[in-house]
């Protein structure tokens, strides 16, 4: 029960797992079942007056974040923790414009480190998609919705939600409210002897901030395990006595080496730069993203965030929305801050984000499938040829910007794993190919565009 609760909280509070945290389970009972097997309404999880006791997805019991019952989960968060709402105000939402392509399920590409070809709507299955929207010049042309997701729900974003806390900051440092190069502790002088107190805002951002923190999921003694328990809006028992809530435990944290020197992805320097903004700007996340981003760019839906047990929101992983209104962000993300001709913040918010961080801290974390790549104010910068861009959460989250192919692709998952360098390999080669289908067919004569089979493009299994 122990290893069940510590795996439900870390799922919980939206920390990046390393990718194997359901592997020994996997290796005991063989592969997990396929996106099709493990479909939740194929399952029957929480169907019945009431379900009957195999089909509940509930508390107190821990294992709702475990594999498959997380593929219901992500879609039911408000259901099971407590949440604040991000609202979209109450003026009507704008609609996206629609030019579907139905020969995008027929595009193929070749997996990182395979030599079979596998098509698009092939990718979808096997990344465990519950959905996938791709918007190019400003229309919708591809939109599907598999399992507990439809049109009308919401899905966690987990940590993508990190993208627009650093968005939020970014525009704050832009806009002159917010200075970059300060230290943390300047702002938030509780952080003052912690090890954020002489770290940069920039490094914070950036995630280049030398913290004595573990989140090795194996090891029962690891800080993570601390921070969760913290971190939980659960009641704790009365034998508890540390920190309670996000700001609590992040003033516990101490510093190991030098600031600057590496990218090192920890959740917590997230929480530590919502708290800089809310101390900035007198707002807590959720009713800034609100008030600067959701009720301003036209969404069809509210969203929420979770909160620890004092309000306050998970800046790292808490947010849950609707497919459309991510796309909207990414929208705001690809036009430089306009959206429906409507200016949301200045430009240079995403010419800096595009920009990138620093090369070599980055390549000094490790990470094979994003090689090359940086990390900035909590977008990853892929620097490939598009110049692309993403907002990435685990288990397969992403908003995926590609400015060459005037594209954006946002997709929900609930892979069995949540480390997304398992996802990668069938994923990144998915976008890159789709953008390139994209801008090859605004290259041809419109009077008379070939099919997917003309260009050798077969036909995909049903997912």
Not at 284 to 289: E, G, I, N, V
Request: aromatic share 10%.
């Amino acid at each position: 029960m122990l290893r069940k609760n510590r795996l439900y909280l870390s799922r919980v509070i939206g920390m990046v797992a390393a990718a194997g945290v359901l592997s020994n389970t996997f290796a005991q009972t063989g592969a997990p079942l396929s996106a099709e097997e493990s479909d939740p309404v194929n399952l029957g999880w929480m169907t019945g007056f009431p379900p009957p006791p195999d089909k509940l997805i509930m508390q107190p019991e821990s294992d709702f974040f475990s594999f498959p019952k997380l593929r219901w989960t992500v879609c039911h968060i408000r259901e099971l923790m407590p949440t604040k709402e991000v609202s979209k105000g109450i003026g009507a939402p704008v609609p996206l414009a629609y030019a579907l392509d139905s020969e995008i399920d027929f595009v193929t590409f070749t997996p990182i480190g395979s030599e079979e070809r596998m098509s698009w709507r092939e990718s979808l299955s096997k990344n465990y998609t519950d959905g996938i929207l791709i918007i190019h010049k400003g229309s919708v042309v591809y939109e599907r919705y598999f399992g507990a997701l439809n049109e009308k729900g919401k899905h966690a974003a987990m940590s993508m939600t990190k993208s627009l806390t650093g968005l939020l900051a970014e525009i704050l440092v832009v806009e002159g409210q917010l200075d970059d190069k300060a230290m943390v502790e300047s702002i938030v002088p509780e952080l003052k002897g912690s090890a954020f107190g002489k770290a940069t805002v920039r490094q914070v951002m950036d995630m280049t901030t030398a913290l004595d923190y573990s989140e090795d999921y194996s090891d029962p003694e690891a800080d993570i395990w601390i921070y969760s328990k913290a971190a939980s809006p659960l009641p704790k028992p009365k034998e508890y006595e540390g920190p309670n809530g996000y700001f609590e435990y992040i003033q516990t944290v101490t510093q190991n080496g030098s600031h600057g020197d590496v990218f090192g992805y920890k959740t917590i320097n997230t929480d530590a730069l919502g708290w800089i903004i809310s101390r900035i700007t007198g707002k807590d996340l959720a009713t800034l993203l609100s008030e600067r981003i959701w009720s301003r760019m036209g969404a069809e839906q509210d969203g929420y965030m979770t909160v620890d047990a004092k309000g306050t929101p998970f800046a790292g992983g808490g947010l849950s929305a609707g497919l459309r209104d991510l796309g909207r962000i990414g929208l705001l993300m690809l036009n430089g801050g306009e959206i429906s001709s409507n200016r949301l913040f200045p430009a240079p918010v995403v010419d800096n984000i595009q920009a990138g961080g620093d090369k070599a801290a980055f390549a000094k974390a490790g990470y094979k499938t994003l090689s090359g790549g940086s990390y900035r104010s909590m977008w990853w910068v892929l620097h490939n040829k598009h110049g692309a861009f993403a907002a990435r959460g685990v288990h397969g989250q992403t908003i995926y910007v590609d400015p060459t192919a005037e594209m954006v692709i946002v997709r929900f998952a609930s892979f069995p794993t949540a480390g997304n360098a398992r996802i990668d390999p069938t994923s990144l080669p998915a976008y890159q190919a789709v953008a390139e289908y994209l801008m090859e067919k605004c290259n041809r004569n419109d009077s008379g565009e070939p099919s997917a089979a003309a260009y050798g493009l077969p036909p995909a299994a049903e997912p």
